[in-house]
């Protein structure tokens, strides 16, 4: 058997393993995120939309979905892959993928892949939460499925980054919920550019979520404050050196080895 094949055979075990490791708990991968959003959009959506009717041209609830989406899609791919790393590393079970014949490249796609698989997943299921409040339709497919796939695995590998970088389940919460969350709150999600004062405006550009967040919102409603093929191409960039760094990290064993 060549190493090639290995490779491949070692990769697709990894993925599956970490895969089926979260469709075997339903209970804490998509019991919470659906709760959340059936809240979310009771509360902001059925509640205040009465109250703010449309926003940037369409209806409230509408217009919160696509960042609902978002926070749903990056939190979870984020989690589950500084999750996973860190507890095969307090466990010493990712010494079971570093001693076996896996490339660095291998081993890191088959972990952010699965979080970003996750990701997508949990955002597939804050969409059909939204159908159940309102009719959501897909303006610009191409859009919405590269922006999708793009920050998914965007925070899966920002979580591998975070599981090698934690020394307790502490600093993963505070990453998750002191970080992560006020970025997208701030990015956004239920509120438009526009009705900002201009310099809170330029200062909410310097946000990262904001580009994403309107990605998905172009992809769904077609409606964007911000270009998406410029936002496309800087979150593309910045994904492919985060996953870069992470193969960095785990060749030189950065938080793997004592």
Do not use: C, K
């Amino acid at each position: 058997m060549s190493l090639t094949s290995l490779d491949v055979t070692g990769f697709y075990a990894l993925l599956r393993r970490e895969v089926l490791r979260f469709v075997r708990r339903p209970r804490n991968t998509f019991v919470p995120p659906f709760i959340t959003n059936v809240l979310y959009f009771s509360v902001f959506g059925v509640i205040l939309g009465e109250r703010i009717n449309e926003i940037a041209g369409v209806p409230y609830i509408l217009f919160i979905l696509p960042g609902l989406i978002v926070l749903g899609a990056v939190s979870n791919a984020f989690e589950n892959a500084s999750f996973s790393i860190f507890h095969g590393r307090w466990n010493r079970y990712i010494e079971e993928a570093l001693t076996s014949p896996l490339s660095y490249t291998s081993m890191v796609g088959a972990y952010v892949l699965s979080s970003a698989t996750r990701g997508v997943l949990v955002g597939a299921l804050v969409a059909l939460i939204g159908m159940v409040f309102t009719t959501v339709g897909v303006a610009q497919p191409f859009y919405l499925v590269a922006f999708m796939l793009i920050i998914t695995l965007l925070f899966a590998g920002l979580g591998v980054v975070g599981g090698l970088w934690a020394d307790d389940f502490d600093d993963l919460t505070m990453m998750n919920q002191f970080i992560l969350r006020p970025l997208v709150f701030f990015g956004g999600v239920f509120y438009s550019l526009n009705e900002i004062p201009a310099t809170f405006q330029q200062a909410s550009l310097l946000n990262p979520m904001i580009y994403m967040v309107n990605g998905v919102r172009y992809g769904f409603l077609g409606v964007t404050e911000v270009d998406p093929n410029l936002s496309l191409g800087v979150l593309t960039a910045l994904t492919l050196g985060v996953v870069g760094l992470n193969v960095v990290l785990f060749r030189r064993g950065y938080g793997l080895t004592d």
